[in-house]
């Protein structure tokens, strides 16, 4: 009598992505290009700085023009023997000289607030025109992630096969003293899988994006390949660790 055949433990489909997850994922990504057009704090900041430095250009300008025309008035109205005439003329050529080596620094310092003004200008009228796009993208990614997050702890918990590219590369349980962190970055590398449709089982993220990918997924490859690097080192201590 032939013996029953012990089946293999199925992997846990991690990745696993129907239309509607699928979906999900593409509505989750639409807000994520639209963000990565938009200014980061720290570029606001810089355009904010840039204005700034225009206004108070302008203002020494325009005191050290006002000093000019006081002179060149004095100058205008009276006698060169008059009580006042010379020390007005030296006025004049002090503050000409001084123009003359601001004007160059002036027209700098306008020409980066113009292009400052315009970045801020372009980036309110993305974020007015796309407000709602980014509102519903922030919602599908909280809930996409929500979902990934629990079935990777359900796959854990039951202890269920995890496919090779999450294992050998986060492990099969966290490798950190911060499980929370840990789950987060598992989920957006699934996350990743599903929004790229990356089916490679030997690589967690696939192949490097081209030059011709867009930004957005160049970030984020290289963003979660920084973290999974890391988190590869530490799993390499704990196998290893003499």
């Given at each position: 009598m032939t013996e029953?055949?012990?089946?293999?433990?199925?992997?846990?489909?991690?990745?696993?992505?129907?239309p509607e997850l699928?979906?999900?994922?593409?509505?989750?990504?639409?807000?994520?290009?639209?963000?990565?057009?938009?200014?980061?704090?720290?570029?606001?900041?810089?355009?904010?700085q840039a204005i700034a430095a225009w206004q108070q250009c302008q203002t020494h300008y325009l005191r050290v023009q006002q000093r000019a025309i006081a002179a060149s008035r004095t100058i205008a109205t009276r006698d060169a023997d008059h009580e006042g005439y010379d020390e007005a003329v030296r006025e004049f050529r002090i503050v000409r000289d001084e123009l003359n080596r601001l004007c160059p620094h002036r027209a700098r310092v306008q020409n980066s607030a113009n292009n400052a003004q315009a970045q801020l200008a372009h980036d309110?009228?993305?974020?007015?025109?796309?407000?709602?796009?980014?509102?519903?993208?922030?919602?599908a990614r909280t809930d996409l992630e929500k979902l990934l997050r629990s079935r990777i702890s359900e796959a854990i918990q039951w202890r269920r096969p995890l496919p090779g590219w999450f294992a050998d590369t986060l492990g099969g349980t966290p490798q950190s003293d911060n499980p929370a962190r840990w789950l987060e970055v598992a989920a957006q590398l699934v996350r990743y899988r599903i929004t790229y449709a990356v089916t490679d089982l030997?690589?967690?993220?696939?192949?490097?994006?081209g030059p011709s990918a867009c930004a957005r997924r160049r970030r984020w490859f290289g963003e979660l390949e920084r973290?999974?690097?890391?988190?590869q080192a530490l799993l390499f201590v704990k196998l290893d660790p003499a």
């Open positions: 029953p055949r012990i089946s293999e433990p199925e992997l846990a489909a991690l990745d696993a992505a129907g699928a979906a999900l994922a593409a509505l989750a990504e639409r807000g994520e290009c639209i963000t990565c057009r938009l200014l980061t704090p720290a570029m606001r900041a810089s355009c904010e309110r009228s993305l974020r007015q025109r796309h407000a709602q796009d980014i509102e519903d993208s922030h919602r030997g690589s967690a993220l696939g192949t490097r994006p973290e999974l690097l890391a988190y």
